[in-house]
């Protein structure tokens, strides 16, 4: 049995994780008697020694006795006839009084209380557990006490401010859950379907207003693919060394880019390159299902890069239309290459020829049709790249902008030089790429300078020296390349009429910037 200081101690200690319910009407009273109004079914009577006494209607209560209730039994116990507590099936309470303060301690189940007068401002009377406390001052509600942790508070009248560890109000029609544990609380409504069977029996008197007949259930969000999706792939960069590139010379560089596979998805396709010493990179795809909520690996792998020995250059791109990436390949001795698209058949890349030619002499026109999208690597430690995607547009990407349709009838003549309408512009090196939609054969060379070109408002094909200077040779020419002409950079921005010395004017004979297309420093501005 606790002495009195022992329970002053305690009482302040739980005070300090109390729950202060606000509300009530008239009246003051103090709790000074107690009594087991009535119950039902199997209820058991224990005294301050826990000696069990049998219990009757009108039982005295005392402190340090305690009542307890088997399924389907009930017990009401009367506090000063202006306060009545409830026991549910299945419930245990202990109970301590001193002075005018009194306490019941749910040791398990369910407890109903409905005080319909204030108490007196010396007076106190506490619901509680172990380890949480609720002071009641005049309000009505329910405490349910699933373990020692938890508590928690339903109020169908008044208000409550909830403190274990934060301090969150409760009003009528809301449920604190307190968490000892956590030191949270959480506040949310309830509804009347909610109330338990042993509380509607006391509801006389009590109004529900406000209190809605049902809670709608919280709307799930819709599942988001692509978020499953980028969530997989961070894992699978974070072990990128575990796979097989089917090199025998890494170097143990790693990078990661997101594009598309499939036209008829916006779910990206993680590609993860390995390089080599060799100077070629294997890049393996991946490509999240949402069907099985799977990211599965393609059978197979793709490479770019330029190679030590024997000519080998290849360069990856996505595609325009958003179906696959664009493999470019070719050798720097003959200029023989090919344009692929490579996409996703099933678990297996499957590549497709759209072009083969000279890339010195011929035009693919791959970058028309579909368009060149530049792929943006990370290195692997960056995750940046995988905190949002937002899908390429839908439209291909274009070599040359749309310019008016030039008036033919007014270009001037120049004697035997070529003359064409365009506009002239000073390009970065990246700009050239974009503009041309290529990729650069030759990654990393030339990238601090800037591009002097004439952009032809249409397409025209010139006769024009080869690049050996021996011959010449007839080509479709997009822009002219006038980098190392003089005087010509007051004209950036406008479009004019220019012409050039065709037997100063070269086709390309390596994979230089601006690919495949002419130059000269032989410019003339007509007007």
């Known amino acids: 049995m606790k002495t009195r200081n022992q329970v002053r101690r305690c009482t302040a200690l739980l005070l300090a994780l109390s729950l202060l319910l606000l509300a009530g009407c008239g009246g003051k009273a103090a709790a000074t008697t107690m009594r087991l109004m009535r119950t039902e079914g199997e209820v058991g009577v224990s005294d301050d020694d826990g000696k069990s006494v049998a219990p009757k209607e009108d039982l005295g209560l005392y402190s340090g006795y305690g009542v307890d209730t088997q399924s389907a039994s009930f017990a009401w116990i009367n506090l000063d006839n202006v306060k009545l507590a409830k026991l549910d099936e299945k419930s245990e309470i202990a109970i301590q009084k001193e002075d005018k303060h009194l306490e019941l301690e749910v040791k398990s189940g369910s407890l109903f209380f409905n005080v319909t007068q204030p108490l007196e401002d010396d007076e106190t009377m506490n619901i509680r557990t172990s380890s949480m406390l609720v002071g009641i001052r005049g309000t009505c509600g329910w405490v349910e006490v699933p373990d020692a942790s938890h508590m928690n508070v339903y109020l169908l009248e008044g208000k409550v401010e909830c403190t274990a560890g934060v301090t969150a109000t409760v009003s009528a029609g809301e449920v604190g859950r307190l968490d000892e544990t956590a030191g949270t609380v959480t506040v949310e409504p309830f509804a009347q379907d909610a109330i338990p069977d042993f509380v509607r029996g006391e509801l006389d008197g009590i109004s529900l207003d406000g209190i809605p007949e049902t809670v709608e259930p919280p709307v799930e969000p819709e599942p988001d693919p692509i978020a499953d999706a980028l969530t997989q792939y961070r894992v699978i960069v974070a072990q990128a060394s575990a796979y097989d590139y089917g090199a025998d010379d890494p170097t143990g560089d790693y990078r990661y880019a997101l594009a598309r596979m499939r036209a008829d998805s916006d779910i990206p396709a993680l590609l993860l390159e390995q390089d080599t010493t060799f100077g070629i990179s294997n890049v393996l795809v991946f490509q999240y299902e949402p069907d099985n909520g799977q990211a599965v690996q393609s059978d197979g792998t793709i490479s770019e890069g330029v190679a030590q020995a024997g000519g080998y250059r290849g360069s990856l791109s996505a595609a325009g239309d958003g179906n696959g990436i664009l493999a470019t390949e070719f050798s720097s001795g003959s200029g023989m290459g090919s344009t692929s698209r490579v996409t996703l058949n099933g678990n297996s890349l499957q590549s497709t020829t759209l072009w083969e030619g000279n890339v010195f002499e011929d035009t693919d026109p791959t970058s028309e049709e579909i368009g060149y999208l530049e792929i943006d690597w990370n290195d692997i430690a960056d995750l940046s790249g995988l905190d949002s995607w937002t899908p390429p547009a839908g439209e291909p990407s274009q070599p040359v902008p749309d310019q008016p349709e030039p008036d033919e009838t007014a270009l001037p003549t120049d004697g035997d030089r070529i003359v064409f309408r365009g506009t002239l512009g000073a390009y970065s090196y990246n700009e050239v790429l974009t503009l041309q939609g290529q990729s650069d054969p030759n990654p990393g060379s030339d990238m601090g300078e800037t591009y002097y070109l004439i952009v032809l408002d249409e397409p025209q094909t010139m006769n024009l020296r080869s690049g050996d200077g021996l011959s010449?040779?007839?080509?479709?020419?997009?822009?002219?390349?006038?980098?190392?002409?003089?005087?010509?950079?007051?004209?950036?921005?406008?479009?004019?009429?220019?012409?050039?010395?065709?037997?100063?004017?070269?086709?390309?004979?390596?994979?230089?910037?601006?690919?495949?297309?002419?130059?000269?420093?032989?410019v003339h501005v007509l007007s």
């Open 472 to 522: 010449s040779r007839d080509g479709e020419v997009h822009l002219v390349n006038i980098t190392y002409a003089e005087g010509i950079t007051q004209y950036i921005g406008q479009n004019l009429a220019f012409s050039i010395d065709p037997e100063q004017t070269y086709w390309p004979s390596d994979t230089s910037l601006p690919l495949g297309e002419p130059s000269t420093d032989d």
